[in-house]
C-alpha cells in the first residue's frame, strides 16, 4: 500500500513537472524564433574572423574594449568560432538564431549527462528526473533562454565543453579527449582550468591495495596525462597569443578598457569605483549563492503593480533544491578533489564584481562548476533521501516556469 500511494505521488508530480517543462521549452522555442535580434557580440567577432580581423567594427552589446581605437570583444573566443558558419551562411546581424542554436548545444549537453548518468549506474527513474532537472532545474534553462546575449550564449557554450570533459572520462575512460574539450571550455570560460585536477583523480581506479599498484596505475597514467595536457597547453598558449595580438599583454583579456558609454548601473560603477575583484562583493555574492529568494518588485500607488523583478538572481539552493542530495554523496578521494575545485571556481567568483547580473531566478556562475557536483552528486549508492527527488525537481521546474511566465507576461 506504501509503495502504491508512493508511485501515485511521483506520477503526480512527474505530469506536473511535464507541463511545466513543456511550457519552458515552448517559450523558448517561441524565443529563439521571435525575439532573437541577432546582436550577439560573438555574432560580431565570429564575422570579424571571417574578415580577417580581432576587432569588431562597433558593440552590439556593452562590455566591449576600446584600444587605440577600436573596438574588442573582451570574452574569450571559442564561442564565436562555434558560431562562424552560420554568421558565414546568413551574415552578422544576419544571423537571428542564437537561442534556438543554444538550444542544440543544450540538447547535446543533456545527451551526454544521459550517458553520464548510465555509466554511473543510475536508475533509470532517478536518471529521467535528473535530466529534467538539469533541463529545467537548474540554471542552464535561464542561460539558454537568454543566448541571444553574449554572457548567456558563451555559458552555454561552456557546459557542454565542461560536461564532454566528464563524459570523455566516465564514458570513454579517456583522459586525452577530456582534455581536449578541457582546453575548449577554457576558450569559452577561463575558470574551467581548474577541471584537470578533478578529471585525473577521477580517472584513477576505485582501489588500490598495494603500493606497487600504485606506481603501476602511475606509469600507466603518464602517457594519457602528457596527451591530455597538449590541448589544455596550447589553449593556454592561443588565448595568450589572442590577448597580445589585440592589447599588446598575453594577460590582458580587455576588462581595462572596457567603454560603456552612457552606464550608470551598479556593475558599472563597481568596475570603475572598487574593481573586477574584491571582499567588499563577498557579503552580497554569497547571501545571492545561497540565501536570497525570488524577488518581485511591485509598484503603484497601492503597491499593486508587477513593476520588475531581482535581476541579481535567486539562490541556487532555492531554485535548485534538489542539489541539496549532494549532502549524501561518497566521501573519497574524488569528492576531496570535486570539492576542492568547485571550493576554488566558486570562490574566485564570490570576490568578483558581478555574480552574473542580469539574470533571472538563477545563478548563472554556478555553471562553472555545477557539472563536477553533479557527477559527485550521483556517484556511489543513493540512500532512502533520494525518494524525495521528483518532489524537488518539480518544486524547482515550476519555480522556474513560474517566474519565467510571469517576466514574459509583464515584460520585466
Known amino acids: 500500500m506504501q509503495r502504491s500511494s508512493e508511485d501515485n505521488r511521483n506520477r503526480a508530480l512527474a505530469v506536473l513537472a511535464g507541463l511545466g517543462g513543456l511550457a519552458l521549452l515552448g ?41 587605440q581605437g577600436r573596438t574588442y570583444v573582451i570574452f574569450p573566443p571559442l564561442p564565436a568560432l562555434v558560431a562562424l558558419p552560420f554568421v558565414a551562411v546568413f551574415g552578422f546581424p544576419g544571423f537571428k538564431g542564437f537561442v534556438l542554436l543554444a538550444l542544440a548545444l543544450a540538447a ?95 580517472a584513477l581506479p576505485r582501489h588500490e591495495g598495494w603500493r606497487g599498484e600504485w606506481r603501476e596505475t602511475a606509469r600507466n597514467l603518464v602517457r594519457p596525462v602528457l596527451l591530455a595536457g597538449i590541448p589544455v597547453a596550447a589553449a593556454l598558449v ?54 536570497q529568494g525570488i524577488h518581485f518588485e511591485f509598484g503603484g500607488p497601492y503597491l499593486t503593480q508587477l513593476t520588475g523583478i531581482d535581476r541579481s538572481g535567486s539562490a541556487l539552493l532555492v531554485m535548485c533544491p534538489w542539489l541539496l542530495l ?39 556562475y554556478t555553471l562553472d562548476w555545477l557539472p563536477i557536483l553533479i557527477v559527485l552528486l550521483v556517484r556511489g549508492e543513493r540512500p532512502r533521501a533520494f525518494a524525495a527527488l521528483p518532489l524537488l525537481v518539480t518544486w524547482g521546474i515550476l519555480a522556474n516556469a513560474a517566474v519565467t511566465l510571469l517576466t514574459s507576461l509583464y515584460k520585466i
Open 27 to 67: 517559450l523558448l522555442i517561441l524565443r529563439g524564433v521571435f525575439r532573437d535580434p541577432g546582436l550577439n557580440s560573438h555574432g560580431a567577432l565570429a564575422d570579424a574572423f571571417l574578415h580577417g580581423r580581432l576587432w569588431i567594427e562597433s558593440c552590439p552589446e556593452i562590455d566591449c574594449a576600446l584600444f
Open 238 to 291: 592561443a588565448y595568450f597569443a589572442y590577448n597580445y595580438a589585440r592589447f599588446g599583454s598575453p594577460t590582458e583579456t580587455g576588462y581595462a578598457f572596457i567603454h560603456n558609454p552612457g552606464s550608470a548601473g551598479f556593475i558599472w560603477r563597481r568596475i570603475t569605483e572598487v574593481g573586477l575583484f574584491s571582499r567588499d562583493y563577498l557579503l552580497f555574492n554569497t547571501l545571492y549563492l545561497f540565501l
Open 108 to 202: 547535446l549537453s543533456l545527451w551526454a549527462w544521459h550517458r553520464i548518468l548510465r555509466a554511473l549506474d543510475v536508475e533509470d527513474p532517478d536518471a529521467l528526473w535528473l535530466i529534467a532537472a538539469i533541463a529545467f532545474a537548474s540554471p542552464l534553462f535561464q542561460v539558454t533562454l537568454r543566448s541571444e546575449g553574449v554572457w548567456f550564449y558563451a555559458q552555454s557554450v561552456g557546459f557542454l565543453m565542461t560536461t564532454l570533459s566528464l563524459w570523455a572520462v566516465i564514458c570513454r575512460r579517456s583522459l586525452p579527449l577530456a582534455g581536449l574539450f578541457v582546453a575548449l571550455a577554457f576558450l569559452c570560460r577561463q575558470m574551467a582550468i581548474f577541471y584537470p585536477v578533478f578529471l585525473l583523480v577521477l
Open 326 to 364: 549532494a549532502f549524501y554523496a561518497r566521501l573519497d578521494r574524488v569528492f576531496a578533489a570535486g570539492a576542492v575545485v568547485i571550493a576554488v571556481i566558486a570562490g574566485i567568483t564570490l570576490l568578483y564584481h558581478s555574480n552574473g547580473a542580469d539574470q533571472t531566478a538563477t545563478q548563472r
